[in-house]
């Protein structure tokens, strides 16, 4: 299908973009309020915008993703939405009885200029309801950028300070990752016998289990009382800068909560920092079963060093992931020659960093020369990977075109994966999740040399 894409690069100067390596904010609005308890997200804008993001998350968690919306018809989009949000607000609690609604914008009301804050303010809310919002126009940022920003609203609208004594417990923000990494979070901490408020928590939510009988709202989420008593936490965890950072910044300025940043937890390196924060944070013992996983993992990475070491690869998706995802294949002895996310960040001055400057960091002390680019597309990546091929591409579902132009062995982690199931139960962060990534990796790189191989090299042991 991508057969004819040139392997000559041009300079392209009308900032137009072949095939995105992200999708809009409200995607990531509407996923990190599915993680508050009893929460109906509400899409302010046409129906066509909020049934688009309903259906690519029910696609890749296969799990009934509910919203509403405000359906925007001509006369709103010229005169103002503030009427139909206004019923929106009346019908939501008294149809569906949420105890939050969760509005986020769109491009066309960020495009008119709703002043969403100052309608709900006049709106008539239900006693004991609430209505927090984030404005996420999808032509700013990408899908993490409105996780963040619906994040942060939580914090804006619900956090306090209460307690003239932090008390010891942690606030985790997982970032944009599957409920079934935010379970292997939770279990690592529980293990370390920490108290904490994981926020926003789609576990129980998008993982639910067949019943029988329909659920408006599951048992999972994190509950007001939690993201209220955010405020009076001792330290608050951002796991990974572009989906986090902001919302624990935002809390330290509210409630005086000391913040510590760390990547995504993917690999062994990471998992270290995240088990030796919450040990110096705590002053807990690391419980020998997480050092048991632990020497696990460092067993089969030594077992297994021989399919990896000098393998190259390609790696694409969402900037938090992807950074995980790059410091662990260098750990298995990988080149890592082409990196790219769709999310922007480039910039050295960006509120969450640079996402280049961090791989170029990782990259300088190996001597490994890779093309790295924020705000990239597919199209670049598939002209890079023309010019130097690679034996292994790592990304979300919409790598398996390049890797079937290219025929090259293809990792499907991220978001979106809609052509495969289960992956959103199963971790790929901790001691655990670094196990599933390398039988995956090597499963991949086994299978294309067990698929190429004559008949007198076809071993039965490898």
Same mark, same amino acid.
């Given at each position: ?6 392997k000559?690069?041009?300079?392209r100067? =009308? ?15 509407? *996923?990190?309020?599915?993680?508050i308890?009893?929460? @109906? ?6 129906? $066509? ?13 296969r799990d009934? +993703?509910?919203?509403?919306t ?9 005169f103002?939405? $503030? ?22 914008t ?11 804050s100052?309608? /709900?303010?006049?709106?008539d ?20 950028t409105? %996780? ?8 804006s ?7 003239p ?37 789609? =576990?129980?939510?998008?993982?639910t ?18 993201? &209220? ?7 608050? @965890?951002?796991?990974?800068? %572009? ?18 940043t760390?990547?995504?937890?993917? !690999?062994i ?30 067993? /089969? ?9 000098g &393998? ?18 260098l750990?298995? $002895?990988?080149?890592? /020659?082409?990196? @790219? #996310? ?17 791989i ?7 001597? /490994?020369?890779?093309n ?12 890079w990977?023309?010019?130097q091929? +690679? ?5 979300? #579902?919409?790598?398996? *075109? ?8 293809? +990792?499907?982690v !991220? ?5 495969? =199931?289960?992956?959103s ?7 655990? $999740?670094a ?16 698929r ?11």
């Open positions: 299908m991508l057969d004819c894409t040139p000559e690069i041009t300079e100067n =009308s900032g137009g973009i072949i095939n995105p390596a992200k999708t809009c904010q409200p995607i990531g609005a509407m *996923y990190a309020a599915l993680g308890h009893k929460c @109906l997200p509400h899409s302010h804008g046409s129906q $066509g915008c909020c049934s688009y993001h309903r259906m690519h998350l029910t696609r890749h968690f009934p +993703v509910m919203a509403s405000s359906c925007f018809t001509e006369g709103s989009s010229v103002g939405g $503030g009427a139909n949000l206004k019923a929106s607000i009346q019908n939501v609690f008294h149809i569906y009885k949420p105890d939050v609604m969760a509005i986020h769109t491009c066309l009301t960020e495009t008119i200029g709703d002043d969403v100052s309608i /709900i303010k006049t709106a809310v239900a006693e004991g309801k609430l209505v927090i919002h984030a404005n996420t126009p999808s032509y700013v940022g990408s899908h993490i409105g %996780f963040s920003n619906m994040t942060k609203a939580m914090v609208y619900l956090a306090e300070s209460t307690s004594i932090k008390k010891e417990q942690i606030n985790i923000i997982p970032g944009f990752v599957n409920p079934g990494d935010m379970r292997e979070i939770k279990r690592i901490v529980k293990s370390m016998d920490i108290e904490y408020i994981l926020f926003p928590d789609t =576990s129980g939510v998008v993982d289990p067949m019943t029988g009988e329909f659920q408006m709202y599951p048992e999972g989420g994190t509950t007001v009382e939690q993201l &209220k008593d955010t405020g009076n936490s001792k330290v608050s @965890l951002a796991l990974g800068r %572009f989906a986090s950072s902001d919302p624990a910044d935002l809390l330290n300025k509210k409630c005086k909560v000391p913040v510590v760390l990547k995504t937890p993917i !690999g390196k990471a998992t270290d920092a995240l088990l030796m924060t919450l040990r110096t944070a705590f002053a807990h013992e690391i419980p020998k079963e997480l050092e048991v996983e632990r020497g696990q993992l460092v067993d /089969i990475m030594t077992d297994t060093h021989f399919h990896f070491h &393998k190259t690869v390609a790696i694409f998706g969402d900037p938090d992931i992807v950074t995980g995802l790059t410091e662990f294949v750990s298995l $002895g990988m080149i890592p /020659i082409h990196v @790219l #996310t769709g999310t922007p960040g480039g910039s050295s001055n960006s509120v969450a960093g640079s996402f280049e400057d961090d170029n960091a990782m990259l300088k002390p190996t001597g /490994i020369q890779a790295v680019k924020s705000a990239g597309d597919l199209f670049t990546l598939h002209q990977m023309k010019n091929p +690679v034996d292994l591409l790592i990304g979300n #579902t919409y790598g398996k *075109y390049i890797a079937r132009a290219e025929d090259v062995p293809f +990792v499907r !991220g978001f979106p994966i809609l052509d495969r =199931s289960v992956h139960y199963l971790p790929i962060v901790g001691y655990h $999740g196990m599933r990534l390398v039988e995956m990796i090597s499963n991949a790189l086994l299978d294309r040399q067990d190429d191989a004559a008949d007198e090299d076809f071993e039965l042991v490898m």
